[in-house]
């Protein structure tokens, strides 16, 4: 779905737990209340393919307001410093401060985000006052490219992987450029094989469901006999053929039937969505 500026991810969840009626919801990929965007849902048995879409590379568009840095690293933070720094960096810096930003880069979440600390998220730590401290981890920046500028307001598109924190590219940038920053707004277009533009907004609910395939188009495809459905429905192997290692998504009679994994010379279905 195309979720609008304003709601939270659950919020969304929620709303669709509603009109389709059923408790079973997932989403994935989180997007901030100021952030709109691509939002894939999951209901029913669909929530059971969301861990194969882990990985998949995420698309955004934004903007970026240098010289001004918030608490929580984006517009609905508290203001923590100003910097007319911003009016010394032309296009060539910005644009190469941001280039630099790119590959496999360490990245500290933000404090105002839900990584964990002692299990409990860190965001609420510091809303009860505690000093949290954030260790650093490694994402992959595939693209982080100055599209456009007006004053402090810096245009971007970005593609990145699982975990990269948007917020904290932006409070980087603008570390790197010595006049702080903070992100102003998102816009999520693309998940993978997934895009924004075949979403429905939320006021669209409820509406037509995909079938259980389209959640998995980034998987090879393998089609079943009579007696190779016949085992994989209850959960045995089957000998494997030219599959690559990883999920593989087996069909029968064009409708997906189970998610198996090759082991050897045998693919063992991993998770089974036929009765």
């Known amino acids: 779905m195309d979720k609008p500026v304003g709601p939270t991810s659950h919020d969304v969840v929620a709303a669709a737990r509603r009109a389709f009626q059923t408790g079973r919801v997932g989403h994935g990929g989180t997007l901030d209340p100021f952030a709109s965007g691509l939002l894939l849902l999951f209901l029913g048995r669909s929530t059971r393919l969301m861990p194969y879409l882990v990985g998949l590379p995420k698309h955004y568009e934004g903007t970026i ?45 933000p404090v105002y985000s839900a990584k964990k600390v002692g299990g409990v998220p860190a965001h609420r730590r510091v809303r009860r006052g505690e000093a949290v401290t954030l260790e650093p981890s490694e994402v992959e920046i595939l693209r982080f490219e100055i599209t456009g500028r007006a004053g402090p307001l810096a245009r971007f598109a970005a593609e ?14 603008g570390t790197a450029l010595g006049c702080g920053a903070h992100l102003e707004g998102l816009r999520r277009t693309r998940v993978g094989p997934f895009d924004v533009r075949d979403a429905v907004a ?15 188009p980034q998987l090879p495809r393998r089609s079943l006999d009579d007696g190779e459905y016949d085992a994989v429905r209850r959960g045995r192997s089957i000998a494997a053929r030219a599959e690559p290692p990883g999920p593989v998504a087996l069909f029968h009679a064009a409708l997906l039937v189970a998610v198996a994994a090759r082991e050897g010379d045998v693919l063992q279905p991993r998770t089974v969505l036929a009765g």
């Open 65 to 109: 307001h240098l010289g001004v840095r918030t608490d929580t690293d984006d517009p609905q933070g508290r203001v923590v410093s100003e910097d007319q720094g911003w009016r010394d960096v032309d296009d060539d810096r910005l644009a190469e401060a941001a280039a630099a930003l790119t590959g496999t880069v360490s990245q500290v979440p």
């Open 160 to 173: 990145v992987g699982s975990g990269t924190y948007l917020r904290a590219l932006a409070r980087d940038l």
């Open 202 to 216: 939320p006021s669209q609910f409820p509406c037509a469901v995909s079938p259980l395939a389209a959640a998995v």
